[in-house]
């Protein structure tokens, strides 16, 4: 089960409660600025997303998949909407274009799925270009009247978004364990959804359901927006903390004056140290991508360590050098003053020998 944002907290040095910015509750203002009606809406499966996920090929990858399927209808009048095929088959004449898929990033890390080997994603290798160049915002996205969901590394937290987007869609079928999001279980498809299957086998066929079954398609829509606004949205949010506490009190009992609470038997340890940040370190101890930043960190922290005793040893050198420099500056100093001291007392002794010299002639 995969939690939004909005539902992560985390407790600083101090010990107060810090709440990111949540990315999944934008504001009415904001969705209102695109609402475009369904009569409006072009007959196009849109989908944008950046290439996560396990796989590294079409085989393996759904977001590669469906982007290379709309690669090659580009080129096919039939699904292009230019060929006179486009329209058969349900569509009722349409000339857009069946589907419109791209990615946005590439996700250019190592990936490895459950027995096989380890690779990673060669861009050079796929015969479409990727790139910000193919990002629209997703406000932006409810132009379509048909939006896929494709999952990444794992359920993503758009489909919220796309709920109240007014179009209908897409859901292609999970192939990742963490497949769902906290409300999934409330979906239910050809009710607020149509369900693709996960090879993407029977989207061109279901695009076309879609066409020709459009009333059925704007129902769909309005269910999803209907869903998220009573179990999804900040105001339903907000309505079910209200329902906890007002359960949390009405259980509440106030304690007789002679009761004391019992000492617990045992100590009972946190469930989680508040320095993990991941979500599975609560369930059996530090899971392997905290391992691994506990060694960057005790890595990082012996580099500082070091660089603090070399700039220690630095500074040490600096002062030994200072402490010998003026130790020579001050020896110099004393022999040049010896020097003019001799020099003088050699004058001074010339002086007398030539007054002497000079009194003895007389």
């Known amino acids: 089960m995969v939690f939004p944002k909005t539902f992560s907290h985390q407790v600083n040095k101090e010990g107060e409660v810090e709440i990111d910015e949540p990315r999944d509750l934008f504001t009415q203002e904001n969705f209102k600025k695109f609402e475009c009606d369904w009569a409006d809406k072009q007959e196009t499966a849109f989908f944008r997303g950046t290439a996560t996920g396990g796989g590294t090929t079409r085989e393996t990858n759904q977001r590669l998949a469906i982007a290379w399927q709309s690669f090659e209808w580009e080129s096919s009048p039939e699904h292009n909407g230019k060929g006179s095929s486009s329209s058969d088959g349900g569509g009722g004449g349409s000339t857009d ?21 380890m690779r990673f994603l060669d861009p050079t ?19 379509f009247k ?26 292609v079928t999970s192939r990742c364990v963490a497949d769902s999001m906290w409300y999934f279980p409330l979906l239910q498809p050809w009710v607020d959804h149509v369900p693709i299957k996960a090879d993407l086998s029977d989207l061109e066929e279901k695009i076309r359901w879609c066409r020709s079954h459009d009333d059925e398609c704007r129902k769909m829509a309005g269910a999803a927006a209907k869903l998220y606004e009573k179990f999804v949205s900040q105001d339903a949010a907000l309505d079910y903390v209200e329902m906890l506490s007002h359960e949390i009190n009405s259980r509440y009992r106030i304690p007789p004056t002679w009761w004391t609470p019992s000492a617990a038997l045992v100590d009972i340890p946190p469930p989680y140290s508040q320095e993990f940040k991941c979500n599975t370190c609560s369930r ?23 660089k603090k005793e070399d700039t220690a040893e630095d500074k040490k050198r600096q002062e030994k050098r200072a402490r010998e420099s003026i130790l020579k500056r001050a020896k110099a100093k004393k022999k040049k003053q010896q020097e003019e001291e001799d020099h003088q007392q050699q004058q001074r002794q010339q002086q007398l020998e030539a007054e002497k010299a000079s009194s003895s002639e007389w």
């Open 97 to 117: 274009p069946l589907l419109d898929a791209a990615i946005v990033g590439w996700n250019l890390r190592d990936k490895k799925i459950a027995g096989q080997e």
């Open 125 to 143: 290798t796929i015969p479409f270009k990727g790139g910000r160049e193919n990002f629209t915002p997703i406000y932006q996205q409810s132009k």
């Open 146 to 171: 048909y939006l896929v969901y494709v999952e990444g590394h794992c359920a993503a937290c758009r489909y919220g978004f796309m709920m109240r987007l007014g179009s209908v869609i897409l859901k």
């Open 284 to 306: 059996e101890g530090k899971c392997t991508r905290c391992k691994a930043d506990d060694a960057d960190r005790l890595e990082r922290e012996k580099k500082l360590e070091k």
